[in-house]
């Protein structure tokens, strides 16, 4: 059985930063595709940064300056650096994994078959 597992939110104030990791198990994600999203009452569901298997990413633009994606596959883990924080990040963000290996990195959420429960970021002005 496959669970993936956020931690990491938290609130903090703008410009701060936050690490959020989401660690595997049951799948060893070494040549998968894996990404964050967001969720927020305003603005809905959207990918944040997808990376793919041979660690080449892809960001929504909002976050290209500011957020890192990055994973150990060590550890099974996948981690987003976040820095220069802003109000309009504030949402659940959630990892996700993409069944089958290869392929492009996309910010859509179709394809991505598991997801963890999330973690709530939230950022004081």
């Known amino acids: 059985q496959v669970q993936m597992v956020e931690s990491g939110g938290g609130l903090v104030q703008a410009g701060g930063s936050l690490r959020l990791s989401c660690v595997a198990s049951?799948?060893?994600?070494?040549?998968?595709?894996m990404a964050w999203f967001r969720q927020s009452p305003e603005k809905g569901r959207g990918g944040v940064a997808c990376?793919?298997?041979?660690?080449?990413?892809v960001y929504t633009d909002s976050v290209k300056t500011r957020f890192t994606i990055a994973r150990d596959n060590a550890k099974n883990t996948l981690y987003l650096q976040m820095n220069s924080l802003k109000p309009e990040d504030t949402a659940m963000y959630y990892c996700?994994?993409?069944?089958?290996?290869?392929?492009?990195?996309?910010?859509?959420?179709?394809?991505?078959?598991?997801w963890g429960q999330g973690t709530q970021v939230t950022v004081s002005s």
């Open positions: 996700a994994l993409r069944s089958g290996s290869g392929g492009t990195c996309s910010l859509s959420p179709l394809g991505f078959s598991y």
């Open positions: 990376i793919r298997a041979d660690g080449s990413t």
């Open positions: 049951g799948v060893t994600i070494d040549d998968r595709r």
